[in-house]
């Protein structure tokens, strides 16, 4: 009788065990979340967080298996296709015995633990955005829950068009969602918003802030691949107002191959406190002073660049804030960004109360503005190019 308790109780057992872990896979659970804190030390538990991947199907509703390639290296003849389909991705565990490196914060260890891992596979592709010859390429950084934005952007400023012969197109550079309940049902809308539009550039890997850097590299690869003939490039956030009518009446008069414009700081320190966004430690960054670099919010850059600069990121490690990345870039190739006036990325004053934020006569002559909600982007557009009367007229080009 015993006996036969014993394996009614361990049927009763295995059976509760089956249950538990058919719940857990039906529900998608990362590898990452499968573990306690106890079992996982916190530099797994943060690569988990950066670096996870999950997968994505290439199609529109169907999953499809994905080739295992290996990333080309940098030379003159560059590949004629996006040429990372799959991911091997360590942690670089020879760091963890320096000294230096344990005095490093948790999200400093987790980015230099995996700083190495340097390209990732393209989940969505528009090759065709390149095709034939366009003046202006408008690149967007957005992120997968932020529909509203790029909606607004479409019917705005990143409105595909033609000015006098010119071509404008317009792509969104996008990672995957942070969170993992937000990452099948925003995939499958991300999908669907491209088969409407067909503008999304998205890669495997997590749209962290410190993954931005990330970004700008497979941009820029992406770029030297797809895109031989876009003779500029405005490349900015999507929180920001830009008029494309003033960026051409600018270039009329600015035509370089080596231009690089935008709100430049010029002899920036790197922040040293430790509860600001933008904080370095010094053991990562030792010098006092960044090289000149454009803020992110928004730039303009000849497209005879973006090669030079492809090839200078490859001899630079990567650096956990994009925009003083590409002034590093920039520094390589001896270019010097050009400050200019018409690009607010702090707002049209730094004082974010002030009316002059919200007057549209200061819009007007403007190159970009940053920063502005959906809303406030559509109703700052649509006053701009009304019938509005200003007292007198800023020269800014």
């Known amino acids: 009788m015993l006996q036969w308790k014993r394996r009614v109780y361990k049927s009763v057992c295995i059976t509760f065990c089956l249950v538990i872990m058919l719940t857990v896979f039906q529900r998608g659970t990362s590898p990452g979340l499968l573990f306690t804190q106890s079992s996982m030390d916190s530099e797994e538990l943060l690569s988990t967080m950066k670096r996870d991947t999950y997968p994505v199907p290439n199609g529109f509703w169907a999953a499809k298996t994905v080739e295992q390639v290996t ?20 942690a670089n565990s020879n760091l963890t015995n320096l000294d230096w490196f344990k005095t490093m914060e948790p999200n400093f260890k987790q980015f230099l633990l995996y700083r190495h891992c340097r390209y990732f596979p393209m989940i969505i592709n528009n090759p065709q955005k390149c095709s034939g010859d366009i003046e202006l390429l408008i690149v967007v950084k957005s992120i997968i829950t932020q529909h509203d934005r790029r909606d607004v952007i479409r019917k705005t400023w990143g409105k595909e068009k033609e000015v006098n012969g010119k ?7 996008l990672g ?41 590299v497979h ?27 003033n960026i051409f009446d600018f270039l009329d008069d600015n035509s370089t191959p080596d231009l690089f414009v935008g709100d430049v700081l010029y002899k920036a320190r790197p922040i040293r406190k430790k509860e600001n966004k933008y904080y370095i430690p010094s053991s990562l960054y030792s010098k006092n002073l960044y090289p000149p670099y ?22 630079l490690d990567l650096y956990p804030i994009d925009d003083v990345f590409l002034g590093m870039c ?25 009316k002059m934020n919200k007057e549209p006569c200061f819009y007007r002559s403007m190159l970009v503005v940053h920063k502005l909600l959906p809303a406030e982007l559509l109703q700052m557009w649509e006053l701009v190019h009304s019938n509005l009367t200003c007292s007198r007229k800023i020269n800014m080009l």
Not at 167 to 173: D, M, P, Q, S
């Open 71 to 90: 990333t080309a290296s940098v030379t003159d003849a560059y590949p004629t296709e996006w040429d990372v389909n799959s991911i091997n991705c360590t």
């Open 167 to 173: 071509k404008i197109r317009t792509v969104f550079l």
């Open 176 to 216: 995957t969602a942070m969170k993992e309940e937000e990452r099948a049902n925003y995939q499958k809308l991300l999908e669907f918003e491209n088969q409407i539009y067909g503008d999304i550039l998205q890669w495997n890997f997590l749209d962290s802030f410190f993954n931005l850097t990330l970004k700008e």
């Open 219 to 245: 941009f820029l690869k992406w770029m030297t691949i797809y895109c031989q003939h876009v003779r500029y490039v405005f490349k900015g956030d999507d929180d920001v107002f830009v008029s494309p009518s």
């Open 294 to 315: 454009a803020g992110g919010g928004g730039f303009i850059m000849a497209g005879s660049l973006v090669k030079r600069l492809f090839k200078a990121s490859e001899t």
């Open 330 to 354: 920039l520094e390589v190739i001896q270019v010097k960004p050009i400050l200019h006036e018409g690009f607010k990325t702090f707002g049209i004053v730094k004082n974010k109360n002030s």
